[in-house]
């Protein structure tokens, strides 16, 4: 049974820092991209960052790029993003997901469903 578990959202000021983790289960983390994505209140899921198995490429939405910080640590089947800057435009809920790289894009993976994610709520 595949099982990614996102936590660490909550609510914040603008300007301030949060770290979202998801914890993986039940497949071979460290043989899968993995990725962030986002639903904004009434707007459509979006790619936040995207990173591959080794850690040895990432990728950033345009609106979070030198904000936003995607890791994994594949001893653990972990991965993380660490949120500075916090805009709230960033306000959303959170996943993480099953990712293939592939052409130096990311593509979650159709076959997964998607957790529950985790809240953050930016304020200004």
């Known amino acids: 049974q595949i099982q990614l578990v996102e936590s660490g959202g909550r609510s914040v000021q603008a300007g301030g820092s949060l770290r979202l983790s998801c914890a993986a289960s039940?497949?071979?983390?460290?043989?899968?991209?993995m990725s962030w994505y986002r639903k904004p209140p009434g707007k459509a899921r979006e790619l936040v960052a995207g990173?591959?198995?080794?850690?040895?490429?990432?990728q950033y939405a345009d609106s979070v790029q030198g904000r936003f910080t995607i890791s994994r640590d594949n001893a653990k089947n972990t991965l993380s993003l660490q949120m500075s800057s916090l805009r709230p435009e960033d306000t959303a809920v959170y996943y993480c997901?099953?990712?293939?790289?592939?052409?130096?894009?990311?593509?979650?993976?159709?076959?997964?469903?998607w957790g529950q994610g985790t809240q953050v709520t930016v304020s200004s």
């Open positions: 039940g497949f071979p983390f460290s043989t899968y991209a």
């Open positions: 990173i591959t198995s080794f850690s040895d490429s990432t």
């Open positions: 997901i099953r990712t293939q790289y592939y052409g130096g894009n990311y593509y979650y993976l159709p076959s997964d469903s």
